[in-house]
């Protein structure tokens, strides 16, 4: 006859067993589609040297579960190149084939925030379904455009865009912090680069946290320093917002930046892409 204390130890391994099944072990790329040269270090980080930079351009691919999932989207219109020329560039699209992955394999964009170099490629992959904070798609759709709102490095044609996946019935809107999106895949707000913007906790062996532009370099994980944020009053928020990451992941060198070349250097790359996690 089975003992309380066993039945209760028994469904308990069963339960964590399920758990685990249904988490899927997620791989995990970084794909570089371009690189915006000489830019100046000081605007991105705030308190950061004075020193020009080469900035990476750059997706991450996500597969899992049945799920083919882009976060961020990058940028194909020309909008704002004339502030940021571009070298070694291709689209997004042409970019995420070096990873084996055609745009109608994508299943999932995960839209980190509104800025041009992050949802500017949505129209690319029209099977995706797209995932975006719900207070940045109000504000960027709605009081960014009235006075007194702030759309800088915001493109119309990807608010544009935008309404039209909506339209379309294709987006989603994640309601607040720490939200699972997937399996293993959450989603926390970043505190705040621009209105709402967000980042992803891949759970795993081992965890990751993609921190787009949240976090712009390790520079900023390694001498706590705020990325370029919404206004002067979310600096400290910002930093404080990165030691989470650095909780969540487990370890700095598993928090991966939005901006930085070095990912390209810290994990095996072959071309465009850099494999973050097999």
Same mark, same amino acid.
């Given at each position: ?35 915006? #040269? ?44 004339k ?7 291709v ?90 999106i997937? #399996? ?21 062996a ?47 060198d598993?928090?991966? #930046? ?19 996690? #097999?």
């Amino acid at each position: 006859m089975f003992t309380k204390g066993f039945l209760c130890a028994a469904l308990s391994t069963a339960c964590v067993a399920l758990g685990n099944a249904q988490t899927p072990e997620y791989s995990i790329q970084a794909i570089r589609y371009g690189t915006s #040269p000489g830019v100046d270090l000081s605007g991105l980080v705030i308190g950061g040297p004075h020193q020009k930079v080469d900035i990476a351009m750059v997706v991450w691919l996500i597969r899992g579960g049945g799920h083919t999932i882009l976060f961020d989207s990058g940028f194909h219109r020309q909008t704002f190149t004339k502030y940021f020329p571009m070298v070694d560039y291709v689209t997004p699209d042409q970019a995420v084939r070096e990873a084996g992955v055609t745009p109608d394999q994508v299943t999932d964009i995960v839209i980190s925030h509104a800025h041009w170099d992050h949802m500017g490629g949505l129209d690319l992959f029209p099977k995706a379904q797209v995932w975006i904070q719900k207070g940045e798609y109000r504000y960027y759709t709605m009081d960014a455009w009235q006075p007194g709102g702030n759309h800088g490095g915001i493109d119309p044609a990807d608010v544009e865009e935008l309404l039209r996946v909506n339209t379309e019935g294709r987006l989603h809107l994640i309601d607040g912090d720490n939200v699972e999106i997937f #399996p293993g895949i959450r989603a926390f707000i970043g505190s705040r680069h621009t209105y709402d913007s967000q980042y992803l906790r891949v759970k795993g062996a081992p965890t990751y946290v993609l921190a787009s532009d949240n976090v712009y370099f390790y520079l900023n994980l390694e001498k706590h320093l705020a990325s370029a944020t919404f206004s002067k009053a979310d600096h400290a928020a910002n930093i404080a917002q990165q030691a989470r990451m650095v909780e969540l992941a487990g370890s700095p060198d598993r928090v991966v #930046p939005g901006h930085d070349g070095l990912q390209f250097e810290k994990f095996p790359t072959k071309g465009r892409v850099a494999t973050i996690k #097999p």
